[in-house]
């Protein structure tokens, strides 16, 4: 089965720029969507086909690929935006999360 | 606005089984397929598995085959989804979600609260 890599955790001081990856098997050629999930609520998807932001998220947050990776970046970091963030993608007919990423705003 | 509502939290023993229901408003309910997201305690999302609530057509996530039935009642766009031969590992808050089928639809961009299902003796 298709598996997506995440980094557990990543730190950023406020203000700063922070960016989440996201790896799998030729993920170049899938849509990659995002989802932030503070705790104690559904997650919120953040960018869906790769770069696109749902209405009502900030520009802020932004997505990009290269290679076997896709990354969610997050420029001006608030308290705010800490939070766990997940990647997803499509793969032979299901849908498969990465194992998420603890996002700390120092 | 889009709105998914599901049913309230179930404390059920293992073997036994339980049902989460998900009402959908703000949007016509048959345009959208229904998914089901599962989150154990402390951990990561897992996708159960989706149904089309326009011809009730199903699919499944390859572990849950068997255990797990997904059905709809367009006149109530409702979404239901059973859950059998509960184990102490099924307890989790489980999400549905607005969604599409393939990968180019634009990901799932409604949620549930969330259900907590606790399986214990």
């Known amino acids: 089965s298709y598996e997506l890599t995440q980094p557990l955790s990543v730190s950023v001081a406020l203000g700063q720029t922070a960016r989440i990856t996201c790896g799998g098997n030729?993920?170049?050629?899938?849509?990659v969507h995002w989802y932030q999930q503070k705790p104690g609520q559904a997650p919120v998807l953040v960018i869906y086909r790769d770069s696109n932001r749902p209405s009502g998220i900030p520009e802020r947050f932004s997505g990009s690929k290269s290679g076997n990776t896709a990354t969610l970046t997050i420029s001006r970091a608030q308290a705010g935006d800490e939070a766990e963030f997940y990647c997803q993608v499509w793969d032979s007919s299901t849908w498969v999360f990465g194992g998420g990423t603890k996002l700390t705003v120092l | 606005q889009v709105q998914l509502v599901q049913s309230g939290a179930e404390v059920k023993e293992p073997g036994a089984s339980v049902k989460v229901s998900c009402k959908a408003s703000?949007?016509?309910?048959?345009?959208?397929?229904i998914h089901w997201v599962r989150q154990a305690p402390g951990q990561g999302l897992e996708w159960m598995g989706w149904i089309n609530p326009n011809s009730g057509d199903t699919k499944y996530a390859q572990k849950l085959q068997g255990r797990v039935t997904m059905t709809r009642d367009t006149s109530i766009s409702t979404a239901s989804m059973e859950l059998s031969r509960l184990r102490s590992d099924d307890t989790a808050v489980y999400y549905c979600?607005?969604?599409?089928?393939?990968?180019?639809?634009?990901?799932?961009?409604?949620w549930g609260q969330g259900t907590l299902v606790t399986v214990s003796s």
């Open positions: 703000g949007y016509t309910f048959t345009d959208s397929y």
């Open positions: 979600a607005r969604g599409g089928r393939y990968s180019s639809s634009p990901g799932f961009d409604s």
């Open positions: 030729n993920i170049g050629t899938k849509n």
